[in-house]
Structure formats: structure tokens, C-alpha cells
């Protein structure tokens, strides 16, 4: 498998200086005279990794890796309506009563991010799991009426 890389790389390097630019795959596997899409593979297999800190641009002040993105960073666009969401879902809870209020926050893992059942939520206010669905469902209707949910709208998508 290496002697067909460095084959297909010295060919296309040839390739490279006969046709004054890079050369088609399908001129690379004509010349080594195997199909295309074995050149496709070999291609893929071979290529070489790029440092980073390559100096890109006229002036090479800028690397490759200032353009590539960190997914563990949240895009801040991101992070502020994030933050503008929850400020909001707290003012709309605010108008619910204590119970109510930690009721969904259990239930749907507002604060942790784990959501619990209605079981574990009745063990913990010590009533049964029918109550709670009770008050889970109160709750839910009354953020409904036009006054509260007109709040949290603009995050529906």
C-alpha cells in the first residue's frame, strides 16, 4: 500500500508539472492505469495532516487554527438567548405559586437538567403521584393564558 501511495504521489507531482496545475484524479488513474475510484481511495488514505500554526494570507499573520471552530465553546449569540430564556421562564414561574412552580422544575429538570418522574416528585412533597400530575397540569394551564405565555413566544420555534 505504500509504494502505491508514493506512486500515485510521484505521478500526480509529475502530473502537477506537465499540466502546469493539479491534476484530476481521472487523469492520475489513466496514467497509473487503474480505475478512478481506486486513486478516490488511495487519495483519501494519503493525505497528509496540516499543522495548525500554517501561516495563512498574504502577510501570514493569521494560522489555520484561528478559523477553525471550538464546538466546546457555546456561540455567544447562543449563550445570550439562552440566558434571556431562562430569565424570562423565571419571571413567567415567578407568578405561580412556591408548590407549582417547584412541581415543573422537578418535573422538566429546570434547574439541574434531570427531569423527574411523577413518582419521585410525589416522594418528595409526600403525595401521590396523581397529585402531582394534578398540579403539573394547573400549573401548565395557567402558563398558557395569553398574559403569561406571550412572554416565552419568541423562543418557540
Do not use: C
Request: aromatic share 4%.
Amino acid at each position: 500500500m505504500v509504494e502505491t501511495i508514493n506512486k500515485l504521489i510521484r505521478v500526480s507531482r509529475q502530473l502537477l508539472q506537465e499540466l502546469g496545475r493539479e491534476p484530476t484524479h481521472e487523469e492520475i488513474a489513466a496514467e497509473l492505469g487503474m480505475p478512478v475510484e481506486r486513486v478516490r481511495e488511495i487519495s483519501k488514505i494519503s493525505q497528509e495532516p496540516v499543522s495548525l500554526e500554517t501561516p495563512i494570507g498574504e502577510e501570514e499573520d493569521s494560522h489555520l487554527g484561528d478559523f477553525i471552530q471550538d464546538d466546546n465553546v457555546p456561540v455567544p449569540a447562543d449563550a445570550a438567548a439562552f440566558t434571556l430564556l431562562r430569565e424570562q421562564l423565571n419571571e413567567v414561574l415567578d407568578t405561580l405559586t412556591e408548590r407549582e412552580q417547584k412541581v415543573l422544575k422537578l418535573r422538566f429538570g429546570l434547574d439541574d437538567g434531570r427531569a423527574r418522574t411523577l413518582e419521585e416528585v410525589g416522594k418528595e412533597f409526600n403525595v401521590t403521584r396523581e397529585r402531582i400530575r394534578q398540579i403539573e397540569a394547573k400549573a401548565l394551564r395557567k402558563l398558557r393564558h395569553p398574559s403569561r405565555s406571550r412572554k416565552l413566544k419568541d423562543y418557540l420555534d
